[in-house]
């Protein structure tokens, strides 16, 4: 194998390329004069056993789609340079190879079974069945998986903290008095033996401290460890989960629940039994999807689309780049959006003042067909618009306010750059 496949196969393993990106450059060196048309200049080859946690990164970010797809978006930018988290970087100078690069990579199909001969090369002297565990082999990526269960009972009321570092969660409620974990480990190293000690060491904990249950993973290696964990939960129990990269899931729970993650979805769906449920649930980069809550609720997102079907209460939503979503609403809102849209349905308002606020992005709001409320919409740059009938109103193309049914619950809408619309249905 010469000293460009080599590479190639190198940032594979690293992570600074992906799959396709990879099969794309190795059929640019398969073409005719492809070595006199460009050339490559990095740093010396080492055998130093690749990072575990791009391991990590790369499971994480495309978990939702794992098992059937290689999707991550390709980084072809000018100048083809590619760094690694310790800024080792692989510089490329493809120049007359970029139009023959674009061209290979629009034609690259997405499993590693379906790839290119030139990929398939590389591997020569393999089996069908043999490319997808010759490319974790190569990669320094060997995995051995296992499942493991525990369990404790805990009577039928109480708390619940679970902790996961990375891996997907989730937790639902169910009529008993104890509490059950099924994960499943996996562990990923450079060899068989050193992945086969990592599951070996690590332990699952369910344990109760001071009144609260705990739930967490002893790790053998936390840098190439994965743990995905079902939580059979007594219903009334209030849960807290926190992660730091992986899916995240609660149901069928009638406690106060709190969900936390640093990369991942967050789904939630029937908790709380009444208006004292409270119920947080964030994440960094995801999107958050829940059903049929109750009680005081807060959702948030830094990087990700809210949407929420169905709720009793008082519903408070975040997000700084994403579209927020309420439909089935019973109660009242405060729904913000810095660059997104919003839009929610209310087929009951609540005692608590509606508000909708979005700087970039358009927000709509339908409130039910005889509400007595106060509307005052605006909008810095767009168009207002209000299908109601109103009993007094005050209307400009930036600005409308006004009774309807008599006037009562103040609801409010405003956006810098976008169109606001408020109607009844």
């Known amino acids: 194998m010469n000293d460009e496949r080599e590479m190639i196969l190198k940032m594979l393993q690293d992570g600074k390329i992906s799959l396709e990106e990879a099969d794309a450059l190795l059929d640019v060196l398969n073409e005719p004069g492809a070595q006199e048309s460009g050339g490559f200049a990095g740093p010396p080859k080492t055998e130093e056993p690749p990072d575990a946690g791009d391991a990590r990164g790369d499971e994480s970010s495309s978990h939702r789609d794992r098992e059937s797809r290689h999707d991550r978006p390709g980084h072809a930018h000018e100048?083809?340079?590619?760094?690694?988290?310790?800024?080792?970087?692989?510089?490329?100078?493809?120049?007359?190879?970029?139009?023959?690069?674009?061209?290979?990579?629009?034609?690259?199909r997405e499993t590693v079974e379906g790839v290119s001969d030139s990929l398939r090369d590389a591997f020569s002297g393999l089996g069908e069945a043999d490319v997808a565990g010759a490319f974790s082999r190569a990669m320094g990526k060997v995995r051995v998986a296992d499942e493991r269960e525990v369990s404790a009972e805990t009577g039928s009321t109480g708390s619940l903290r679970i902790a996961n570092s990375w891996g997907d969660v989730r937790v639902t409620g169910v009529d008993a008095s104890s509490i059950t974990a099924r994960a499943r480990i996996t562990c990923w190293a450079a060899d068989e033996e050193l992945a086969s000690a990592s599951l070996e060491q690590t332990?699952?904990?369910?344990?109760?401290?001071?009144?609260?249950?705990?739930?967490?993973?002893?790790?053998?290696?936390?840098?190439?460890?994965?743990?995905?964990?079902?939580?059979?939960?007594?219903?009334?129990?209030?849960?807290?989960?926190?992660?730091?990269?992986?899916?995240?899931?609660?149901?069928?729970?009638?406690?106060?629940?709190?969900?936390?993650?640093?990369?991942?979805?967050v789904n939630i769906a029937s908790l709380g039994s009444?208006?004292?449920?409270?119920?947080?649930?964030?994440?960094?980069?995801?999107?958050?999807?829940?059903?049929?809550?109750?009680?005081?609720?807060?959702?948030?997102?830094?990087?990700?689309?809210?949407?929420?079907?169905?709720?009793?209460?008082?519903?408070?939503?975040?997000?700084?780049?994403?579209?927020?979503?309420?439909?089935?609403?019973?109660?009242?809102?405060?729904?913000?959006?810095?660059?997104?849209?919003?839009?929610?349905?209310?087929?009951?308002l609540g005692p608590e003042p509606v508000k909708l606020t979005s700087v970039s992005g358009d927000a709509r709001l339908e409130i039910p067909v005889g509400a007595a409320a106060t509307i005052d919409a605006k909008s810095a740059s767009?168009?207002?618009?209000?299908?109601?009938?109103?009993?007094?109103?005050?209307?400009?193309?930036?600005?409308?306010?006004?009774?309807?049914?008599?006037?009562?619950?103040?609801?409010?809408?405003?956006s810098v750059s976008g169109d606001v619309t408020v109607t009844d249905g």
């Open 79 to 108: 100048g083809f340079s590619f760094r690694g988290e310790r800024d080792e970087g692989v510089e490329f100078d493809l120049s007359g190879l970029k139009d023959l690069l674009r061209t290979t990579m629009g034609s690259v």
């Open 203 to 265: 332990r699952l904990r369910l344990e109760e401290h001071a009144g609260e249950w705990a739930f967490s993973a002893e790790l053998g290696s936390a840098r190439g460890t994965r743990v995905d964990v079902d939580l059979l939960v007594p219903r009334d129990f209030h849960v807290t989960v926190s992660g730091a990269s992986g899916d995240l899931w609660l149901e069928d729970l009638r406690g106060s629940q709190t969900v936390n993650t640093m990369s991942g979805d």
């Open 274 to 348: 009444g208006p004292e449920s409270r119920h947080r649930a964030s994440t960094q980069s995801g999107d958050v999807v829940a059903a049929e809550l109750s009680g005081q609720i807060a959702l948030n997102t830094l990087s990700g689309d809210v949407a929420v079907n169905g709720f009793t209460g008082m519903l408070r939503v975040s997000t700084k780049s994403g579209d927020i979503r309420v439909t089935d609403g019973r109660g009242s809102v405060e729904l913000r959006a810095v660059s997104g849209d919003i839009r929610a349905e209310l087929l009951e």
């Open 382 to 414: 767009g168009e207002v618009r209000a299908e109601l009938d109103f009993e007094k109103v005050s209307r400009t193309k930036h600005h409308l306010s006004g009774a309807v049914n008599g006037g009562g619950l103040a609801v409010s809408l405003s």
